[in-house]
């Protein structure tokens, strides 16, 4: 599985992004997808997962703003981030694991090349 990874940029306090990550291969469906992100001096941290049977996680950092979405028939997985703080400034990155769970980063098998998200004060 090959997972790409789009949509950051650089946004004001209170604006809005959305993440996307495509992913190759035909068994997208029984992927539990996973976001993740790294902000710089700081260890990669989970930020939410949907299953491969569509139950949702979320970090409470972000719980209440972000919203994790799939789309099988698109071999595709959205982060939409919403109400954006300066804190959530990192490299967020998107991973997946063959019908996992995937509560810990080393759960996940594959792995994505990371897309920045810069949020202005």
């Known amino acids: 599985v090959q997972l790409q990874a789009s949509g950051g940029g650089l946004v004001q306090a209170g604006g809005s992004l959305r993440l996307s990550c495509a992913a190759s291969?035909?068994?997208?469906?029984?992927?539990?997808m996973g976001w993740f992100r790294q902000a710089p001096g700081k260890e990669r941290e989970f930020v939410a997962r949907?299953?491969?049977?569509?139950?949702?996680y979320y970090a409470d950092s972000v719980e209440g703003r972000f919203t994790i979405s799939r789309d099988n028939a698109k071999n595709t997985v959205y982060l939409q981030m919403n109400s954006l703080k300066p804190e959530d400034t990192a490299v967020y990155y998107c991973?997946?694991?063959?019908?996992?769970?995937?509560?810990?980063?080393?759960?996940?098998?594959?792995w994505g090349q990371g897309t920045q998200v810069t949020v202005s004060s």
């Open positions: 291969g035909r068994t997208f469906s029984s992927y539990t």
């Open positions: 949907i299953t491969w049977s569509s139950v949702i």
């Open positions: 991973a997946a694991v063959y019908l996992g769970i995937g509560p810990r980063r080393s759960d996940y098998t594959y």
